[in-house]
């Protein structure tokens, strides 16, 4: 017997859970059908879990600047690791128990089981077979582990399996740069821990500014070694794991795996929708719809790996489950791009980067916060912000930083380039003194110096040329 539906959501994930909210406003007749653990992968082993550990990292890491502020005696502050992944685990506990309450209150419309699409319309899990006027594919993602690599057992972890550790090696190599590598490799040196990271190429976080990525690379090869440009092999020993990686050949006790995350479409059924499908395995979507190809199926989140985040995920959820109760599909305009990596200093990218725009069509203004104030007074001192501008009009395009509040610096950019100021308009607002916000304000100065003309409001107020004051 076949079950009718409005809506079959598969994917208890942030995309699943926020698709479940907007069905919800329009229909009782639907499902939320999920395989594995439930509690949203940021919540259980990625944003939330991960931050934790950072804190904790930042905060034993701050002794290292005592002296400078008069502080003695932080010489002989230890830190208790166990403690520190317990407490890790008790907030991570909590954030997944919030989101559980969620899928808890569905009642019999969530079910544990492993869905395949059986066509455009229907689901089979189970013995159950389920017909739906539209799915929406929200499966998440799992950790890339090359094949070869998984004979290590227990010797590789991924953040899937981190979290669970009761304590720490003495000495780890992480594998791949990218936003996770670099936060989870800082955190651990920064814990004590001899960390050794790898990258088969010489990107840094997506960072495509040079000057950025170079002034990222000097601050961290001072807290961990950086090996990059070579493939990595990986192999067991009587006691651990050996590392090679070009002239590289070391051995350590544990590796940590962060070279990506692959769509858990796996066995799903895509090929039964009818549509071709890429080299990767993905069906073609419209990203301001989710709409798979002209079908009923929606495709969000980690699922479709177009922006991997919470935010995105959040927002791609939204729009599939809006359009899944629709009449017909609207499309949506998506946010201004934004990402984040909480490393310190933090590393953001916002709108378009360098790599978009390139150096001819645009204006550039940068500083470098060796002598910002309010840096230098909290010995934040490190980094570097660089913003893209039109050249025409000065209006923000996007920027790139590695800089103490990036994450604070990123989202004010953003807004500036969501409502289209130009470089300009952000000069006429107010820079209170001393905040790390005037370092952006001095990037923008020197973009409008390139462009303003005979500009006289008070965007064209200059600099005072002093450190104390600017």
Known sequence: MTTKLDVIVIGAGSAGLAAVRQVKKKTDNFVLINDGPYGTTCARVGCMPSKALIEAANAFHARKKAEAFGIRGSERLSIDIPAVLQRVRVLRDRFVGGVLKSTEALGARSIAGRARLLGPNDVAVGDQVLHARSIVIATGSSPVVPQPWQALGDRLLTTDTFFEQETLPARMAVIGLGAIGIEMAQALSRLGVDV???????????????????????????????????????????????????????????????????????????????????????????????????????????????????????????????????????????????????????????????????????????????????????????????????????????????????????????????????VHDLLAMPFYHPVLEEGLRTALREISRQSQGGRSDLSACDSYQAVALD
């Open 196 to 422: 050794h990271a790898f990258n088969s190429n010489d990107e840094l976080a997506g960072i495509s500014d040079p000057a950025v990525a170079e002034t990222a690379r000097q601050i961290l090869i001072e807290e961990f070694a950086i090996h990059a440009g070579h493939e990595v092999e990986l192999s067991g020993t009587a006691s651990g794991v050996r590392v090679q990686a070009g002239p590289v050949d070391i051995e350590v006790d544990r590796v940590l795996v962060a070279i990506g995350r692959k769509p858990n479409l796996g066995d799903l059924g895509l090929e039964t929708l009818g549509v071709t499908l890429d080299t990767r395995g993905l069906p073609p979507f419209d990203r301001s719809t989710m709409q798979i190809a002209d079908l009923p199926v929606f495709i969000a989140g980690d699922a479709n790996a177009d922006a991997s985040l919470l935010h995105e995920a959040a927002d791609e959820g939204y729009i599939a489950g809006v359009n899944a109760v629709a009449d017909a599909p609207s499309c949506f305009q998506r946010r201004t791009p934004l990402a984040i990596v909480f490393s310190d200093p933090g590393i953001a990218a916002i709108g378009q980067r360098y790599a978009d725009v390139g150096t001819a069509p645009c204006l550039i203004g940068s500083v470098d916060f060796a002598s910002q104030g309010r840096a230098l007074t909290a010995q934040r001192n490190k980094g570097v912000l660089r913003v893209y501008a039109a050249r025409d009009d000065a209006r923000i395009l996007g920027a790139e930083m590695c800089a103490p509040a990036a994450e604070h610096l990123a989202h004010l950019l953003a807004l500036a380039i969501h409502r289209r100021l130009s």
